[in-house]
């Protein structure tokens, strides 16, 4: 039941309570009566439906309770001058609206929404005891009810809810539209998503478009015989990929600052500081000795920011030799003995068959291993969660790269054979790539279906024993959105979202495709086929097979961004020895001209690499010129306010 009756309320927060004796209960302490009458007292439009399982309770608030929750955030919100102020509700006109004509973005509704349903205190002079299924609950002064009743696990869970007019609109115009596979509504994903998830498909859709040329110009080398002119081919097609590399990251950064623009972003934004719990704040605090020492004087401020700090370069460089000690003792023997089976071994489909067995258990053990870096990342001093995100990031990327590529190395360093090599890239690229889609667009579908499988068997069983009434009850979609699996990574769900493996993905691909493009020119091909289908099967997993995720706000790809131009300067190392190895047919590794002048063209490489770096501004122009035209408009405002300001001090 809407409890307002309007028809353009849009719910977007749930809230799951079991269902049952508590219910039944009629008393006005019962709590979770208590608890929606909570809310309607703070201005939530709720809406409560009972499921197969447990109850649900549906948020929905205006604008004008989303102000005040804003204002009292103390949020900042772009103005119509082009700089960031804190949000008064009186002063709303001032504030520009998104792109889709709302107030607030997906991302501030939610956090929002969070002030509002935590803030619920008892504001009592003494202890409420509140009615539960399991016996009494004391709700303690200045206690929030909402983290109370989770604490008991009254309160199962609180996720976003899907709109699902917006969400059909998009499968129609982005999942579903295979007529540009490249097209995406980035406007309305991030509108719908947040910032982080649509910079994520933005970077997706531009190395898509750019891939086209590689992959052209790939097919071409494979397939034409250029007769004399073979030997120049492959460095010239080394050349253009790398020079290919150089521009499309400075041509991103230049995109990103135009959609952050766009998105009314600042450049400088770094981290949205709404975006984590109370508890995440309280994890980034100094500890209390450190509190203690910063009253006593500044010289103990200074001296304790200081151990801080040092203290945290030195565990952060404990866990990373931790974590490469782990590879080269556990994981390299691993990985050569997997080189050395799939070179001994004749038939190409128990060669075939290895890898897939290869991939699926060297998965679970950097899963493991992963699980473990994020206890190691715990422990170390960052600044917020986006920087531990960063470190854990960094440390499962060496697992997976060693995982990855050093049995390709080891064909390429001590077999130098150039059709055993160009078989695993093939292998890898396909074999992988659909494992990887498999289990990742698979696996939450299946285990979705089995949920709603079993809720509604358990249904219908108590129902047949006359336990459950109403029969032929349907699922609600509310309860479909609660079964659905969260968007969540393989690891750390604490510390990164489900991009986190699109990301790695994607990098892995970047990094087989480059640093062996001149032993296997149609990876490219390979490649671009692969992100055609991705970004339409990532849209449908987050479109209909996943909860819609919790909004995470950022200005860039944050490390992900280094991990690339890291792969960018190995491509540049791993081609030049294979021009090396492929052109030294004798073996003898002599020093002549040929070798010079690839070792010649490295250097040359390396300098175009960090020289277009520079050429090619990383903010456009318009960009630039609208910042500084915001910004001395804020400055003349500002003066002439504090001019008048004084001037009526004076007259007074």
Known sequence: MNVYGEGDIVFE???????????????????????????????????????????YIKL??????????????????????????????EEIEAFVHQPDGSLFSWSERYHCYNHIMYGIANTSMSAVILKSDNGEVH????????????????VKDVFPLHDERTRKKLLKTWALNWGDCSAQPINEICSYYGTKIATYFTF????????????????????????????????????????????????????NAAILDRWQMNCSAGVDPYNFS?????????????????????????EAFQRE??????????????????????????????????????????????????????????????????????REYNKNIEYRADSLVYKVFALYFMQTYIGIFYHALLHRNFMTLRQVLIQRL???????????????YLRYSFKKYRAIRKNKRKHERGLSPGKGRSISRVEKEYLKPAYSPSIGEELEDGLFDDFLELSLQFGMVMMFACAFPLGFVFATLNNLTEIRTDALKLLAVLRRPTPRETTTIGAWLNIFQFLLVMSICTNSALLVWLYDQEGKWKISPGLVAIIAMEHILLFIKFGFSRMVPEEPAWVKAKRMKNATQAQDICSKQLLKSISSQKIA
């Open 13 to 55: 927060i749930g809230v799951v309570v079991p269902k049952g004796k508590e219910k039944q209960e009629d008393g006005d302490n019962n709590c979770i009566e208590v608890l929606v009458n909570e809310f309607m007292k703070v201005g939530l439009i709720v809406e409560r439906i009972v499921g197969l399982q447990n109850e």
């Open 278 to 302: 109370d508890k995440e704040w309280s994890s980034f605090q100094p500890q209390s000795e450190v509190m203690k020492k910063l009253e006593s004087s500044r010289a103990g401020e200074k």
């Open 430 to 444: 396909i074999v992988s790539e659909v494992l990887e889609n498999l289990m990742v667009n698979s696996l939450p």
């Open 204 to 255: 997706l859709g531009m190395y898509t478009r750019w891939m086209l040329f590689p992959a052209a110009f790939g097919l071409t080398v494979q397939l034409v015989d250029f007769g004399s002119m073979q030997l120049w081919v492959l460095p010239i097609f080394f050349i253009s990929v790398i020079s290919w590399a150089v521009l499309f990251f400075q041509f991103w950064r230049r995109k």
């Open 139 to 154: 709700w303690e002064v200045g206690e929030s009810i909402l983290r109370k009743l989770e604490s008991l696990k009254i």
């Open 309 to 378: 700090e040092w203290l945290g370069c030195l565990k952060r460089l404990r866990n990373d030799s931790i974590i490469i000690s782990s590879i080269i003792c556990l994981q390299l023997p691993l990985e050569l003995a997997y080189a050395h089976l799939y070179e001994i071994l004749g038939s190409d489909l128990l060669k075939f068959s290895l890898t897939a067995v290869y991939l699926f258990v060297i998965r679970y053990f950097t899963k493991v291993s992963g699980k473990i870096s994020v206890k190691f990342v715990k």
């Open 60 to 89: 929905a608030a205006k604008n004008d309770v989303l102000g005040r929750a804003a204002a009292a955030l103390q949020m900042r919100k772009r103005t119509h001058i082009g700089v960031d102020l804190l949000f008064v509700l």
